[in-house]
């Protein structure tokens, strides 16, 4: 129906390469539990690409 | 391979905090003060000022373009003495066009000289300088004249400079910022200058204020006066002298993270000059008496790992390795077991001890940027800090302190890939 307006929407399960790649988180469990606690903290976060990528993560 | 119980990644920051990734609880962040504003290198390659009791994390340019992990800059106290740190006075020969010109700041405030016709001495000049051991610098970028000399009014010293191939005479010193902009330095050891110069100069090996022909321009951005025998940070000024505080980094972990008997403490570090002082990471007590140390000292490009037990007698280990450079980033790793001691450095085992004790239960119970004790601050490039509560083995330290790739170590170490 035209001009209809959803109030919720569901981007699937996004894949790392192929459907939905722009919307694939990258960074693995112990990088996001990181992220959200210095953010929870109020810190700020840069570079979390190198955490990411660190030997043991 | 094991996991670290603590480890430290440049990323994570806030106001007189950084954030260690691991542990979890946060019990390893570290607590940080610098009781001024300071400068850094940010993820755009620009300059950027931090406030009061910010760490910085400082990326690394390699030939003036951001490559790789930030590592957090921790430096010493030092002054700019030059009151206003980007203004030039022009002499007769040449005119001064200021704002004229993106700065290394990312903002029009860089200033254009450009020579009036003639042969004639054709300068800039600052008020302002330092005294005895002391250390120059502007930022400097080429228009249509490529070739400067920085030096001291009423003093011998002197140096070219090449804005167009980054080529410099005998006692200068220049870093690539990117976008043609160079960081162009000179030390002094001697004397007590007026002011500072930046001149036209013809050739680099142009004499101290020789005339020039020139017709030229060239653009400059940041003069810095201070009596280090390195150049740090920017120090902006207006109006008066500025003093960027020492920093200090400690408080990470608790006895419960640290292991009394066994471990590994690693750390992936640079110093900021090879300048034959004091510069320690320690896991301690909070004191000199019990201590496992990866530090910088003062014989010429050494780094030494030692594991302290005064209540034992004192060292345990005093383990060195002579480095060709420890400006740039090593990997650096210290082994502690009763009787198995052993440094590892950029994947290779560089020396190692069989005869010594460790600690008593609940001895060790902080990690911190200093010797224990808040002295002998560690001063440098920090990209990783991490620590293990087992003594890893061989394997696993020659993989710790390895390079992953080529492009790893050149990146690491700051090195051009042609």
């Known amino acids: ?57 | 391979m094991a996991t670290p119980s603590l480890a430290m990644i440049p990323s994570g920051y806030k106001a007189s905090k950084v954030y260690s990734v691991l542990p979890e609880s946060g019990v390893g962040d570290f607590d940080f003060t610098r009781a001024t504003t300071a400068t850094r290198v940010n993820s755009s390659g620009l300059i950027e000022e931090m406030a009061i009791n910010v760490p910085r994390l400082e990326y690394p340019l390699i030939d003036g373009v951001v490559n790789g992990c930030p590592s957090l800059l921790l430096e010493p106290q030092a002054t700019n003495v030059i009151i206003n740190s980007n203004v030039f006075t022009p002499n007769s020969n040449v005119i001064l066009n200021t704002d004229n010109s993106i700065s290394p700041d990312g903002t029009l405030n860089a200033s254009k000289v450009t020579a009036n016709s003639g042969t004639s001495l054709k300068l800039v000049d600052t008020n302002g300088a330092s005294s005895g051991t002391y250390r120059f610098s502007v930022f400097a970028k080429k228009n249509t004249h490529n070739i400067i000399q920085l030096g001291g009014g009423g003093i011998v010293g002197h140096a070219n400079f090449n804005l167009e191939t980054g080529e410099y005479s005998s006692g200068g010193f220049m870093e690539n910022y990117g976008n043609g902009w160079y960081r162009c330095s000179l030390q002094f050891s001697a004397g007590t200058p007026t002011s500072h110069y930046v001149s036209f100069s013809d050739s680099l090996s142009a004499n101290r204020l020789s005339t020039s022909v020139s017709t030229g321009s060239f653009f400059l951005f940041g003069m810095q006066s201070e009596t280090t025998s390195y150049t740090t940070s920017y120090i902006p000024t207006n109006g008066s002298a500025v003093t960027r505080n020492a920093e200090t980094c400690n408080g990470a972990g608790d006895a419960d993270t640290f292991n009394d008997s066994e471990g590994v403490l690693m750390a992936e570090i640079s110093a900021l000059a090879n300048d034959l002082t004091n510069r320690t990471i320690a896991l301690s007590d909070g004191t000199t008496s019990n201590t496992v140390r990866i530090q910088y000292l003062t014989v010429s490009n050494s780094i030494w790992a030692t594991v302290t037990n005064i209540g034992a007698g004192g060292n345990q280990a005093i383990l060195q390795y002579t480095s060709s450079d420890i400006t740039t980033n090593s990997k650096v790793s210290i082994k502690y077991k009763e009787n198995d001691f052993s440094l590892w450095v950029d994947g290779f085992e560089v020396a190692t001890d069989t005869s010594g004790v460790t600690f008593s239960a609940n001895t060790l119970n902080t990690l911190q940027f200093d010797r224990g004790n808040g002295n002998e601050n560690f001063y440098g490039n920090t990209k990783q800090l991490q620590y293990y509560n087992s003594a890893l083995t061989d394997s696993e330290l020659e993989t710790l302190t390895s390079w992953t790739s080529f492009s790893d170590m050149a990146n690491g170490q700051q090195y051009s890939i042609i």
Do not use: H, Q
Not at chain 1, 22 to 30: Q, S
Not at chain 1, 33 to 48: K, N, S
């Open chain 1, 1 to 57: 129906m035209a001009n209809e307006i959803y109030y919720t929407s569901w981007w699937g399960s996004p894949e790392k390469i192929g459907w939905g790649s722009i919307y694939f988180d990258f960074n693995n469990p112990l990088t996001r539990e990181y992220e959200a606690r210095v953010i929870a903290d109020g810190g700020t976060i840069e570079a979390i690409g190198c955490v990411n990528n660190a030997d043991f993560n």
